[in-house]
């Protein structure tokens, strides 16, 4: 049974930990033990802080011991690298954050620290979590678990391929376009993203300040309430960070879902979008009528205009966010060059990757003088368009549903010299972020032997209904027939 | 042989005030750095590392808008703040927050005295932002050129008030300047001295030719360190402005330096970098609202204005130039106010404690305004001077001894016994006096009003200021008169 | 929308990045064709919109005027690529004038 702790979920292992079938030191060795033999074929760490976890786990166990129970005590988690950690490099996979090891913890981490995980390492990403599949890391590519070949998605896809890959037993992503659900959907992994301002953005290093979240990627419905729970409510230290109180997600999640009104919006399975994955997410809704829930046709209009209004607004604010890399406080320097203003543009011009220089590119120039108001204003004000297509959609329905990616992952390299193409990948994701709304994407079947996703999507603060929504799908799915992952046939 | 054109200046002031907070803000590093060592006050916020998040500091937004009220602006209900862009090495994040269009006072004004005429000075805007972090340009250690930086200023907060180029002479702008001092200092938002950089001024200054409409041409004057450099920075840059216009030469939109030790302004472009500081809403920031009810809190715990004081006193007869000099300093206008309440005439008040008050003060070895003095106990006092019972220099010794003892006036006075009104005694004085200086006498007689004045100063100083001047000065004209 | 190649140099200035003359060149076609996408969104009527910048309606959160906790002097240094009296030392900062 040792040989396989890896494999376990949240809520088994934490069962295991208390009846005492297993220690967390025990499991969290296990996994120590697992990225050792399989991260090399999937590169999905940066660092993996084993002392740490060890000593974690060590504690835990004394805790646990102790008759104490915390809902994630003795659990080993992994941290997507964006998420500052004390005395742990930090990076966002950036060359020029290289070496920088930040003072304090995200409130996140913090949350998880209380709640007395056990934290395995950094989850390697996008650079500043730029990209859709994982390849603008500036120091290796992530491979998906299913099909080496393939990308695992971005920018969390060392988060979504080490849970796939049974790297940890969950793990800590972020979300600013779709970037914890569409790697979960290319993994065949749970990635959930909260309500913006749901958890706390301390600590999370900005990429769009407006749009980031905090999300997770775990095994199952039941771990992503369980992660939820611990992670979600108000942080003094984040001005945008919600006083909402905060449900217990485990504790509701079975709830019976009778007579929850799922909205299908057809601009979610127009041109564009792979027959077989609209098959398998056609088959998925059905599964959530057979367990009670009535269909609505919605329409969501301005859902193709999200793109554009994505790549004005993300790129802009993200134009500011990485101003201060500099080389001058942190990270990538030059401290014997003779001129400090030709020294911080050649940093940045060295330690930037070429899709993170693309993006500041668009959000100056977005935001320069003479095209602000065509481009910046004009996307905030279809921003509230479609957020308006959300609100007036959710008077009639209580979910919606909708494919989470186009099609299933695709080859490393293809879509590298083509951005645009790369961008078009987020088109079922971004609506949502843009619209700051509670959404998740499930496992819903295989294309081609690859995992393909049902997103969700719910009304601010509604990550109850949306995972009962969810765990109900679960439930009525069963185990999916899955082809052995490529990683496990090695 | 032209005819030389007239020239009129149109100045705008930019005035940056660091606010009198405990912490800063944005976080909660110690503000008051002052006396700290480099980088001492300094957290992941106001250093600007990767994931850290600002949090609004409700006493700064509420120094704004008392500053505001204070200077007769609208407080908008909706303010939110903005990310200026902009790259320099003292600037942590490479943007300020700061506020673009929508900030927290507009449309105010602000009454200035030069020479007896009043002028209004329009205030465009007052907003709330942080500060930069400290560059120092040094040779290092190894013998390098290199700048070092304190961190220890950046986030402090920091008030901008922004003037409407009303401003028409080098004097007004000092005049601007030094009254916008007094009142920051009057409502306690800000220390103000620009010793300290507490107190920055800006100029944008333009000359134009008489009759031509004034373009947008500004010339952006900084580094003036005392209003005296404001003065001749600006009567710099209005000579060089109407010499280069009277040349027909361009006058560019640029930043000068004011240069102390050479007396005059210098370009401070660097490599000429594009300057566009694309603002934007700053997303983790959501905006303020700010309720009625808050903005008539702050009206109400405001102080009366020092123009309000100060015509008052002149009312009651003060002397105006007493009075403006007491205003520029509250603690000692407070106090004069309490010993006018305790009896005091305001005209008597305002003076004594103006010259006497404050030269026995400064006297003092502890230099602050706050006397041990109760102001009932000066106001005894001025009641003794003005029933003649205490001779005016016999005020100023007593002042001076009850702050040594801090006995009260009249025990003070008690112990110096009574003043001298005995004819005989006061007599024989006053012949003597009159005996000793002939020259006096003789001045007199030839009608020189100063003379008696010295005849009766001899008078006091025999009797160490204890004879009543108005019984001396009868006592010497009759004497003077019957020895013809 | 096509770019030209000064467009592209103003905006890498003002974001302070140096960029070969490869960089720029491909910078300048992948600019257009974005820049083209936007411009879709020109085609909706806008005017009597609202603009949003942020999602969930919050306003007015402040905080109290205490002090907290700055950070040790050697943490607040540790990161910085070169140090000097206790100050972060930076390549001389080259003023006109
Ligand atoms: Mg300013
Ligand atoms: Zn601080």
């Known amino acids: 049974m040792a040989d396989e702790l890896h494999r376990l979920t949240l809520h088994a292992a934490a069962e295991g930990l208390r009846a005492g079938q297993f220690t967390s030191v025990e499991l969290s060795q296990a996994l120590l033990d697992r990225i050792q033999a399989v991260d090399g074929h999937i590169g999905a760490y940066l660092t993996v802080t084993a002392d740490l976890a060890l000593e974690q786990a060590a504690s835990a166990d004394k805790r646990l011991a102790a008759g104490d129970s915390g809902p994630l005590l003795g659990l080993p988690i992994a941290l997507k690298d964006v998420l500052t950690t004390a005395g742990v490099e930090t990076t966002c996979a950036s060359r020029i954050l290289q070496g920088f090891i930040p003072p304090y913890d995200a409130t996140a981490v913090t949350r998880l620290k209380q709640a007395g995980a056990v934290t395995l390492g950094k989850t390697n990403m996008d650079e500043f979590a730029m990209g859709s599949s994982n390849e603008h890391s500036a120091y290796k590519p992530v491979r998906n678990p299913w099909d080496l070949d393939k990308v695992p998605g971005g920018s969390s896809g060392g988060s979504a391929a080490a849970v796939a890959a049974d790297e940890c037993l969950a793990a800590l992503g972020t979300d600013t376009g779709g970037s914890v659900r569409q790697p979960a959907a290319l993994c065949g992994c749970v990635g959930l993203k909260p309500t913006y301002g749901r958890i706390s953005r301390f600590g999370l290093i900005a990429f769009a300040s407006s749009l980031d979240q905090i999300g997770v990627l775990t095994k199952d419905v039941t771990d992503a309430a369980l992660l939820l729970g611990a992670l979600a409510g108000h942080d003094p230290r984040d001005s945008t960070s919600a006083e909402e109180p905060v449900p217990d997600y485990a504790g509701e999640l079975n709830r019976d879902i009778g007579g929850l009104r799922i909205g299908v919006a057809p601009e979610y399975f127009g041109e564009g979008l792979d027959p077989q994955v609209g098959n398998s997410v056609r088959a998925a809704i059905h599964a959530l009528l057979g367990a009670g829930a009535t269909e609505r046709e919605i329409s969501l209009p301005h859902t193709a205009y999200a793109l554009p209004t994505y790549y004005v607004i993300a790129p802009s604010e993200a134009s500011a966010n990485l101003a201060r890399y500099n080389g001058v406080k942190y990270g990538l320097s030059d401290p014997q060059a003779t001129d400090v203003d030709e020294m911080m543009a050649r940093i940045r011009g060295q330690g930037f990757g070429s899709e993170v220089k693309r993006r500041i590119m668009i959000g100056t120039f977005a935001l320069s003088s003479g095209y602000y108001d065509a481009y910046y204003v004009r996307a905030q004000k279809v921003r509230t368009l479609i957020k308006s297509d959300f609100e007036s959609a959710f008077e009639n329905v209580d979910v919606i549903a909708a494919p989470v990616v186009p099609s299933p992952a695709f080859d490393l390299g293809a879509k590298l010299d083509d951005p645009v193409a790369m961008y078009q990948s987020d088109i079922m994701t971004l609506p949502a972020s843009l619209a700051g709304l509670p959404c998740l994407s499930i496992p819903c079947g295989f294309v081609e032997g690859l995992p393909v996703g049902l997103q969700l999507i719910a009304p601010p603060f509604a990550e109850s209904r949306l995972l009962q929504a969810a765990g109900a799908y679960e439930r009525a799915r069963g185990n999916l027939p899955a082809p052995t992952k490529a990683i496990d046939a090695k | ?484 | 929308m096509s770019i030209d190649r000064s467009q592209v140099d103003h905006a890498a200035e003002l974001a302070r990045l140096a960029l070969s003359d490869d960089e720029r060149e491909r910078l300048r076609g992948e600019l257009g064709q974005i820049l083209q996408a936007f411009e879709a969104l020109n085609t909706l009527d806008t005017e009597h919109i609202p603009p949003t910048a942020q999602v969930i309606p919050l306003g007015n959160v402040e905080r109290d005027d205490k002090v907290a906790d700055s950070l040790p002097l050697d943490s607040v240094l540790a990161n910085a690529p070169r140090v000097e009296d206790g100050q972060i030392r930076v390549p001389p900062v080259l003023e006109g004038s």
């Open chain 2, 1 to 484: 042989m032209t005819v030389a054109t007239a020239y009129r200046t149109v100045i705008g002031l930019e005035t940056h005030v660091q606010l009198r907070t405990n912490s800063k803000m944005f976080c909660g590093c110690a503000a008051d750095y002052a006396n700290a060592p480099p980088n001492t006050h300094v957290c992941p916020v106001c250093l600007g590392m990767p994931g850290v998040l600002p949090v609004i500091n409700r006493e700064a937004v509420d120094h704004t808008i008392r500053t505001g009220l204070a200077l007769h602006c609208e407080i908008p209900e909706y303010a939110k703040f903005d990310r200026k862009n902009y790259a320099y090495p003292d600037l942590m994040k490479w943007y300020q927050i700061s506020q673009y269009d929508l900030p927290l006072c507009i449309d105010g004004h602000f009454d200035v005295e030069v020479g007896g005429a009043t002028t209004r000075i329009g205030i465009t805007r007052v907003h709330l932002e942080e500060d930069t972090a400290r560059l120092t340009h040094v040779t290092a250690a190894d013998g390098a050129p290199a700048s070092l930086i304190d961190v220890n200023r950046s986030g402090a907060p920091l008030m901008e008030i922004v003037s409407e180029p009303d401003i028409r002479t080098p004097a007004e702008a000092m005049a601007y300047g030094e009254k916008l001092r007094a009142l920051l200092r009057w409502i306690g938002v800000s220390t103000a001295n620009m010793e300290d950089g507490a107190l920055r001024i800006d100029a944008n200054i333009s000359v134009w030719p008489e009759g031509e409409p004034t373009g947008d041409v500004k010339v952006e004057v900084k580094n003036m360190n005392s209003f005296r450099a404001l003065g001749r920075a600006l009567d710099f840059e209005i000579k060089r402005q109407t010499a280069r216009r009277e040349r027909g030469e361009p006058i560019e939109q640029e930043t000068r330096g004011w240069d102390e030790t050479s007396g005059t302004t210098l370009s401070q472009r660097t490599k000429e970098y594009a300057h566009d500081y694309r603002y934007f809403p700053e997303p983790d920031l959501p905006p303020l609202h700010i309720i009625r009810q808050r903005v008539d809190t702050l009206r109400t715990g405001l102080p009366r204005m020092p123009d309000q004081v100060a015509a008052d006193l002149i009312e009651q007869g003060s002397p105006e130039a007493d009075v403006a000099e007491l205003v520029q300093d509250r603690p000692l206008t407070d106090y004069t106010l309490a010993v006018i309440e305790a009896g005091a005439s305001a005209s008597e008040a305002v003076t004594w404690i103006v010259h006497e008050l404050r030269r026995a003060l400064n006297a003092q070895t502890d230099k602050s305004t706050s006397t041990p003095i109760p102001p009932t106990e000066v106001a005894s006092l001025l009641a003794l001077r003005a029933r003649g019972a205490v001779s005016s220099t016999m005020a100023g010794e007593v002042l001076d001894e009850m702050f040594d003892t801090g006995k009260s006036a009249a025990e003070i006075v008690q112990a110096r016994g009574p003043q001298i009104s005995g004819q005989d005694e006061l007599l024989a004085i006053a012949r003597q006096v009159i005996q000793e200086n002939p020259q006096a006498v003789q001045d007199f007689r030839d009608g020189k009003g100063r003379a008696l004045q010295f005849l009766m100063g001899q008078v006091m100083r025999i009797t160490r200021g204890k004879a009543n001047p108005q019984a001396v000065s009868t006592l010497i004209r009759t004497e003077l008169d019957t020895t013809k």
